[in-house]
Structures are given as structure tokens and as C-alpha cells.
């Protein structure tokens, strides 16, 4: 079955940096688009960034510049690197396999927190 797993949420201090990982299985990572979302308190689920088989990035407006998504096909991995990270940047963040001709539908992992006191 599908499974994504994310990790490497925790909590930060203003300004600071962590790394988040999504880890596969079960689909062929390689032709499936994949991306980030997040989700704070009380808000909607939002894209964060977003990354093509081929590596095309597209990123949500509050963190260009800052946030970096990027894939390693070999691990079947994506990574999404936070800089500068911001009180308003505390939310559960989501790893995201986007259905195409192979894949039927979206699959979600399971969420990571990510907190950054203000």
C-alpha cells in the first residue's frame, strides 16, 4: 500500500531552520508530482510548495525566498528545507502524492509538527 512518512518538524527558535523529509513506498516516486501543505490552527489547509516529477518548483506566496522543495528520486524522498522561519510558519505540515495516469488518487502522510514560538 502507500505510504508517505514525514519527518523533521520540531520546535524552532524565530529566525531558525529546519529540514522536513517525506519518505514513499508503494508508488513509483519518480513520475508522481509531489508537494507540501500545511495547516495551523483554526486555518484552512494551504500549499506550501510544490514539485514535479521533473523538478519543476512552485511555492506558495508567504514563503518564497525562504523555503526550498526539492526530490531525490534515488531515496524516494522529498525534502523541504524552512529558513528564516517565522511565528506564523507553526502549522502541521503535510507530504502530498499527487494522483496522475499512474497513480489514481492524492495520498497524504500523516503530518509533522512544526512549531516556532513567538
Known amino acids: 500500500q502507500v505510504q508517505l512518512v514525514e519527518s523533521g518538524g520540531g520546535a524552532v527558535q524565530f529566525g531558525g531552520s529546519l529540514r522536513l523529509s517525506c519518505t514513499a513506498s508503494?508508488?513509483?516516486?519518480?513520475?508522481?508530482?509531489m508537494a507540501w501543505y500545511r495547516q495551523a490552527p483554526g486555518k484552512e489547509r494551504e500549499l506550501v510548495a510544490h514539485?514535479?516529477?521533473?523538478?519543476?518548483?512552485n511555492y506558495g506566496d508567504s514563503v518564497k525566498g525562504r523555503f526550498t522543495i526539492s526530490r531525490d528520486n534515488a531515496k524516494n524522498t522529498v525534502y523541504l528545507q524552512m529558513n528564516t522561519l517565522k511565528p506564523e510558519n507553526t502549522a502541521v505540515y503535510y507530504c502530498?502524492?499527487?494522483?496522475?495516469?499512474?497513480?489514481?488518487?492524492?495520498?497524504w502522510g500523516q503530518g509533522t509538527q512544526v512549531t516556532v514560538p513567538s
Open positions: 502530498k502524492a499527487e494522483r496522475h495516469l499512474g497513480l489514481g488518487r492524492d495520498y
Open positions: 508503494g508508488i513509483i516516486f519518480s513520475i508522481t508530482p
Open positions: 514539485i514535479t516529477h521533473s523538478g519543476i518548483t
